[in-house]
């Protein structure tokens, strides 16, 4: 299945008129910048009080939690699924092995905003960016940040 | 949409943790190989995309595309 019954600007426009704040991240939202680069599924860094508001959202697109809010504010992640799969971490803060410490209020304040279609999507500064790909540390996030950085690069 | 799974091998290859100070001696090469040929590939690559679909939709449209292409050539893991 190519999941073609999925309406991305739907999706995205549920998102953006719920109030629920979250960031689109990973490598969807490189995508969306402008890197050329595969993926499965949806990564999105949500406020820790907006889990609610943001199944609430997506439900209508049958898409739904895999864990109850109060688990998920536990373990800091759960996902939304259906045909798609959406990932959610819901931490305050998160912070690199290296001591770097990004709290989602701080991220979401230098959020920017691209169009998708009828709807506004949030994602991260492009230094923001790059911090959420040095929490996992693997060799696919090397790759993704040089992207980034050649993203960044280019912005006047 | 159907998620492909990964080998053991390339799982372990590419979606491993990095031991820190190799990460960051990874990210610093990858980093400095941008102010050379490398880096100007890169370049010509997201300016062939940026041109080819000018906005974020036409980019995530096309991210849907290509990944649906890949899932089709994959072989089953």
């Known amino acids: 299945m190519e999941g073609t019954e999925f309406s991305e600007e739907a999706f ?19 995508l969306a910048l402008g890197a050329p680069v595969l993926t499965a599924d949806y990564d999105y860094w949500a406020a820790f009080e907006d889990v609610e508001t943001l199944n609430a959202a997506v439900a209508p697109m049958g ?15 759960y996902a939304l699924e259906n045909d798609e799969h959406v ?3 819901i931490a305050r803060a998160a912070t690199t092995v290296t001591g770097e410490k990004l709290t989602f209020d701080d991220a979401w304040s230098r959020r920017q905003t691209v169009r998708c279609g009828a709807a506004d999507v949030a994602l991260p500064s492009l230094d ?3 911090m959420t790909k040095r929490w996992s540390m693997r060799e696919k996030d090397v790759v ?10 280019k912005k006047p | 949409m159907k998620r492909q799974k990964l080998t053991p091998e390339v799982e372990a290859l590419y979606l491993a943790p990095l031991p820190p100070e190799e990460f960051e001696r990874r990210v610093r090469a990858s980093i400095a190989e941008l102010d050379g040929p490398e880096g100007e590939n890169l370049g010509e ?5 940026l041109r080819r679909y000018p906005t974020p939709a036409e ?15 994959a072989p089953q893991a």
């Open chain 1, 12 to 30: 995205f426009a549920a998102i953006a008129a719920s109030g629920a704040r979250a960031l689109l991240i990973g490598r969807r939202a490189m």
């Open chain 1, 63 to 77: 898409l739904h939690p895999n864990r109850s809010p109060d688990e998920a504010r536990r373990t800091g992640r």
């Open chain 2, 45 to 49: 690559l997201i300016d062939w995309f």
């Open chain 1, 128 to 130: 923001d960016l790059i």
């Open chain 1, 144 to 153: 993704d940040i040089q992207f980034i950085e050649r993203l960044r690069r």
């Open chain 2, 59 to 73: 980019r995530l449209a096309y991210g849907r595309r290509a990944y649906a292409r890949w899932l089709r050539a």
């Open chain 1, 87 to 89: 990932d959610v971490l």
